[in-house]
């Protein structure tokens, strides 16, 4: 068990700080997701994501296994060149594999539902905070 943790907060620190999110060059970090904002995009990313992604970071991206959840801000407000680069290059000293076998379409798709987890995540924070009285 303290090794799995170790190894969650291992992941979960090279997302944030000087971390991977961070090593992006310039030029990629800097695309825009061609697919942003497209409902067809979004449910093809979430198809892949579950395909390909979900047995680490969960079916709700909410982290599992030696994998961090993929709905911390540090996630959520990454620019999509700076996603889509990570999907394809992988983390791998954090055990992530390069997805560059995927075709630009789909990593461009799977960024489409990352993103799409920021509203999702907002959503039931004020839904939370407006409950009635009980």
């Known amino acids: 068990m303290r090794a799995f943790c170790l190894i969650a907060f291992a992941s979960l620190s090279l997302l944030s700080g000087q971390g991977i999110l961070d090593r992006a060059p310039a030029n990629k970090a800097a695309r825009q997701n061609p697919y942003a904002g497209s409902g067809k995009a979004q449910r093809a990313g979430e198809k892949l994501f579950r395909r390909y992604c979900a047995s680490c970071h969960g ?12 709905r911390i801000p540090a996630v959520v407000q990454a620019p999509p060149g700076v996603l889509e680069w990570v999907i ?9 594999p390069s997805w560059s076998k995927l075709p630009p379409q789909q990593r461009w798709q799977i960024v489409t539902y990352l993103k799409s987890l920021a509203g999702d995540s907002e959503l039931k924070r004020l839904r939370g905070s407006f409950r009635d009285p009980e």
């Open 59 to 70: 079916e709700s991206a909410a982290g599992c296994n030696h994998a961090p959840s993929l």
């Open 88 to 96: 394809e290059n992988g983390v791998l000293e954090a055990g992530m």
